[in-house]
């Protein structure tokens, strides 16, 4: 199995157990929605949009980034950020998974929340904030 091989099943186990950790607790969960055009003008998916979650009338959006071992997630963030920023329709949740981010990038990316960016979680964070029915984050 290649390197980007291995990073996709790994990548799509995390995806298919944050649909889990949704589903548990009741909420209607698209997967790969197109939400529109990127940053670079074309089409975008966003991983999960929750549509039925008190306070989000146009849906929470869920994006899952999952990194085992050293390899590019990271280096994909800032695109994330800015498309999150700048064309999401609905509010993100980032999800941050793994060990193998390069050292300072997880915190890069916490200190990018605010506008449409709400939050940036572990797995272990993100069942905490489910369990809790996903409250809109105090500023």
Not at 87 to 105: F, L, N, Q, R
Request: glycine fraction near 12%; include cysteine; charged fraction near 20%.
């Amino acid at each position: 199995m290649t390197d980007g091989s291995f990073a996709n099943k790994t990548g799509s186990v995390a995806e298919r157990l944050i649909a889990c950790i949704l589903s548990e607790r009741g909420y209607m969960v698209s997967r790969q929605v197109w939400i529109g055009t990127s940053i670079y003008n074309h089409k975008i998916k966003c991983d999960f949009l929750i549509s039925n979650v008190p306070g989000y009338p146009n849906g929470l959006i869920v994006e899952s980034k999952w990194q085992d071992v050293g390899g590019s997630v990271d280096e994909k963030f800032p695109y994330l950020v800015l498309n999150i920023k700048e064309k999401y329709p609905s509010p993100t949740i980032v999800v941050v998974g793994g060990d193998g981010c390069k050292s300072g990038a997880v915190d890069w990316l916490v200190g990018q929340v605010g506008d449409k960016l709400i939050g940036v979680y572990s797995i272990e964070e993100f069942v905490s904030y489910v369990n809790r029915g996903l409250p809109i984050p105090q500023s």
